[in-house]
């Protein structure tokens, strides 16, 4: 059993111990290695002004894979075998990369807090793509924010990089010699722990299942951390960690997705980057939704299970998880079972896990040729925003009358849930403006929306009304085109 991290940062080897092992990643830069080009601002995963990149092997395991993450809401222990860059690793021999070059011949930055954060991101795209198109650059950059630039001259930036030289993090930082280091270090399970204030924290993050589940059984109460977007964010606002924490990040037997007769199977750390390219064939009204969900540097990380688990009323996935009867595969030491996600919750943050059970994979049926899905999220702003409702509504069709109909509903009760009085009366009718009329009138009586800051409980209840006479519009050009 290893008792330290081994990881790079700008190509140095470090091996990091103790409390340093619970630290965000953001700190530890900035306190531990003095790379203060790493701002911190929000510290939510909203601003971008902390974006790295991070390298990982990759599936190959001949290079490795970077994309950019927010570094306030990484913590450390999630970083064994990974090679992170810094807007300063950018920079070889006084010479500045593509990107930083272009931002200062374009006046990309004005105060210059948020640039190191737009530089990293958008040469995390020139990892993936030979050129920037305005299109892309505005949907890549949504996790960076600007207040002073208007980001015109940023976007300018972007595009002035098509032709130039750039140096990918392959030939300024040699892969081989990472990967060596990593293979030596060995697949041990990695224990690691501290005492802060008189509280002794343990962070464990083994290479199997079979470890993690014999870990869980000794430790049912162990916070489960996988993306750690949500207790990142919890712990940056608390300034506390959980004083034991069982980590996923090394437990490659949890990021599969295939499609297998009709259904996806997603392992439970399968990030929301990898389902939405998934899905932009398999369910693209969903990816239309996943393309909103957080942002680049959020979809990187954030895991479908997270999602899941954290029991969110207005959780972005959940709805169309719901009506599309997604199956959830828990497992202990004790066995797997397995349980449809509309009798997972049983309250607010209530959820049908037993101690020591943990959420391994999520099977989701997908939706046939001549089914009807719309998918809808309703917040303040188009990206990087929380949901103030959202709703999913699966119809099949029997000539003119609804032979099945799921709806689901977001923010309008303490979980996401069934409209079951709606589709019961919906089933046999015909598919008319009058009939979804009076499917909302029936579901507004379903709902117990309350008042907070995202809309009131009448605002919601509108909404209610109002996405069952949208799908009604939607659905019509699709069935005639039927």
């Known amino acids: 059993m290893r008792d330290h991290l081994l990881l790079f940062i700008n190509g140095e080897q470090r091996e990091v111990r103790g409390g340093d092992a619970f630290l965000s990643l953001s700190d530890y830069l900035r306190l531990r290695c003095g ?38 809401i990484q913590f450390m222990f999630q970083l064994d075998g990974a090679h992170i860059v810094t807007v300063e690793g950018l920079r070889r021999d006084g010479t500045l990369n593509a990107v930083q070059q272009a931002m200062v011949d374009c006046h990309g930055s004005q105060c210059g807090f948020c640039t190191p954060g ?148 997603c392992g439970a750390r399968a990030s929301w980057t990898t389902l939405l390219a998934a899905f932009r064939q398999a369910a693209p009204a969903f990816a239309s939704i996943l393309q909103l969900f957080g942002a680049p540097q959020i979809r990187n990380v954030g895991t479908i299970a997270g999602n899941i688990a954290n029991a969110s009323p207005i959780a972005d996935s959940l709805p169309f998880l719901f009506v599309m009867e997604a199956v959830l595969v828990l497992a202990s030491k004790s066995g797997r079972r397995e349980v449809n996600i509309n009798q997972f919750y049983h309250g607010y943050k209530k959820l049908e896990l037993k101690p020591g059970e943990l959420i391994i994979e999520v099977r989701i049926p997908l939706p046939a040729e001549r089914e009807l899905l719309q998918l809808y999220k309703v917040s303040r702003r188009r990206d990087l925003d929380i949901s103030g409702f959202t709703a999913a509504v699966r119809m099949q069709l029997d000539g003119d009358a609804i032979k099945q109909a799921s709806i689901a509903f977001g923010a309008v009760g303490p979980t996401v849930m069934r409209a079951r009085q709606t589709e019961r009366f919906l089933v046999g009718e015909p598919l008319t403006l009058e009939t979804m009329q009076t499917a909302g009138d029936i579901a507004v009586n379903e709902v117990t929306p309350i008042d907070d800051v995202r809309g009131s409980a009448e605002y919601r209840r509108q909404l209610t009304r109002n996405v069952l006479l949208k799908f009604y519009h939607q659905t019509q050009s699709q069935l005639a085109a039927v």
Do not use: W
């Open 118 to 265: 737009f530089v990293m991101a958008m040469t995390g795209m020139l990892e993936r793509q030979d050129s920037l198109d305005e299109p892309s650059l505005r949907s890549e950059l949504t996790g960076n924010l600007c207040r002073c630039t208007g980001y015109t001259p940023i976007i300018d930036s972007g595009l002035k990089c098509n032709g130039a030289d750039h140096q990918r993090l392959a030939q300024l930082y040699p892969s081989a010699p990472m990967l060596a280091a990593f293979a030596g270090a060995g697949d041990d399970e990695l224990r690691l722990e501290t005492t802060s204030f008189g509280v002794q924290h343990i962070a464990c993050s083994p290479r199997t299942l079979e470890e993690a589940l014999d870990f869980l059984a000794m430790q049912p109460t162990a916070t489960i951390v996988a993306g750690a977007t949500d207790i990142g964010v919890r712990a940056n606002k608390a300034h506390r960690l959980p004083p034991v924490i069982l980590d996923l990040n090394r437990i490659k037997e949890l990021e599969a997705v295939a499609v297998e007769n009709g259904i996806l199977r």
């Open 35 to 72: 790379l203060v080009g790493t701002k911190i601002v929000c510290s939510e995963g909203d601003c971008g002004a902390c974006t790295t990149l991070i390298g990982r092997p990759a599936a190959s395991r001949q290079q490795l894979d970077y994309k950019p993450v927010d570094s306030c």
